[in-house]
């Protein structure tokens, strides 16, 4: 009997999947609908079809735009002829930045069946398998390699990562490098918090401190799927190309990817190491926000960059973001705290480096780095005389913490407490200072 755990399962091990149970199972359901139009839901619908898989139509919220995809409507979300008993739903949503929250309306509309497009994906579409490189999946653009299991499992066992050593192993999904405090927008709801540093903090970090850094992280862990840098502005980095070069020389991580606005002077040497299989350049799309001149300028950034050799990728423009967390301290009691941390995926998949120090999320280096606090139990010093060993340990006992401190000041889940509409959104938004109360507020 077709089982789809059993598919997912065969499809992140890359072992020959049960096409034609899969092709019977969705053909169980009165009406099939795939939630997402951009690359996942374009590839995933075109692979359905040729396998003999009718699809009732998209979800997207840009249907009117769109209209139809492989002659397949585009209709608004949640629009079903069947009941949501009887509809499956083919979830093609990839941005890590909403998925939570659509998969949470996707239960509130009642829609319990659910088939993962990511899944379908490596099953039936990926072509990972122990020849390839890492290569493979920074060319696919219909996939998330943040999200993808495949990879994950592949890589590892390129790796030799021990399973057996006392402790978990360190091979992460995700390490995010900060290279500066400086940018060029002021994105109102930043995931950095760039526009509440201040000024004093607004800077380049040193290159030794970030070479250093590279050299210290990457010799103390197993590996690491991904590593964003990031600012900032990275492109604000006078040695970009130089801390790039710095990067290729550690084997034991798949993909880089170097984020930029787009709206900034790009430098000739900053492009030199770009051009290489395990970078890309990401350009985050905040061109809904920003004026006509900016648009153009992030459209030559795109070409320039492209022209160079660079792999480039231009995000698709999200119609919705997270609002990070206000930062000051909520006193929370202990309890609260453990419960944050315990649900709290931000430890697991976003751990960050900055200036000589490794955190578990964004949330407790923007709390030591703006100066509200200092915990220093919240972070590992990654000094350049600590042993490979000493520093393994004390980032197994840090990521082993039952609470950070900084978990007393984080509102919502996960370090976000909602979402908005406007994808970079420029403006201020107070997260140091606990608002005065209106009343205050009106007497003064
Ligand atoms: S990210 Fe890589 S392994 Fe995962 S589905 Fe895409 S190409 Fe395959
Ligand atoms: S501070 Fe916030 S984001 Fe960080 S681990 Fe705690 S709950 Fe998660």
């Known amino acids: 009997m077709f089982k789809l755990a059993r598919f997912y399962d065969d499809a992140v091990t890359g072992t020959t999947a049960d096409i034609a149970g899969l092709v019977d199972y969705l053909k169980t359901f009165d009406a099939l609908y795939i939630w997402g139009a951009g690359y996942l839901g374009d590839a995933v619908g075109a692979k359905l079809l040729e396998i003999g898989v009718p699809v009732t139509a998209y979800w997207d919220t840009r249907h009117e735009s769109l209209a139809s995809l492989h002659e397949i409507p585009v209709l608004p979300t949640f629009t079903s002829r069947a009941s949501p008993e009887r509809t499956g739903v083919v979830f093609c949503i990839s941005s890590s930045f909403v998925m939570e929250h659509c998969l949470s309306e996707l239960k509130r509309h009642g829609f319990a069946h659910r088939i993962q497009g990511d899944m379908l994906y490596a099953g039936l579409i990926c072509p990972l398998d122990d020849q390839s490189t890492f290569k493979t999946c920074r060319d696919a653009n219909a996939c998330d390699v943040y999200t993808c299991r495949k990879n994950e499992y592949f890589h590892k066992r390129w790796l030799g990562v021990p399973e057996n050593e006392p402790g978990p192993s360190l091979y ?3 390490i995010t490098f900060v290279i500066n405090q400086i940018c060029t927008l002021k994105c109102k709801y930043c995931y950095s918090y760039t526009n509440a540093y201040p000024d004093e903090s607004r800077k380049n970090f040193p290159l030794a401190q970030i070479l250093s850094d590279i050299d210290k992280t990457f010799d103390a862990i197993d590996g ?13 980095h006078p040695d970009l190309s130089l801390i790039v070069k710095k990067f290729l020389e550690k084997s034991n991580f798949g993909i880089l990817n170097v984020t930029t606005n787009g709206i900034v002077k790009i430098h000739d040497r900053q492009l030199e190491g770009l051009a290489d299989s395990r970078i890309q350049v990401v350009f985050s799309n905040y061109k809904a926000s920003l004026s006509a001149k900016e648009g153009d300028l992030f459209d030559r950034n795109v070409e320039r960059v492209r022209a160079s050799g660079a ?15 206000t930062l000051w301290d909520r006193n929370y ?13 931000n430890p697991l998949i976003c751990k960050y480096v900055k200036n000589g120090k490794f955190y578990p999320c964004t949330v407790a280096d923007s709390i030591y780095n703006i100066g509200v606090a200092d915990y220093p139990q919240d972070y590992v010093t990654l000094d350049a005389d600590r042993s490979r060993e000493a520093l393994r340990g004390e980032i197994r006992t840090l990521l082993a913490r039952s609470y950070f401190d900084s978990c007393r000041h984080c509102d919502g889940v996960c370090g976000t407490t909602g979402v908005t509409a406007l994808a970079g959104e420029q403006g201020h938004y107070e997260v140091v200072k606990l608002p005065m109360p209106t009343r205050l507020r009106a007497a003064q």
């Open 311 to 325: 792999q480039v990728i231009v995000m698709n423009e999200t119609p919705q973001w997270t609002v990070p967390t």
């Open 172 to 174: 992460f999904k995700n």
């Open 333 to 345: 009691p202990l309890e609260t705290m453990k419960q944050k941390r315990r649900d709290c995926l």
């Open 224 to 236: 690491v799927k991904i590593v964003p840098l990031i600012g900032g502005e990275t492109f604000l």
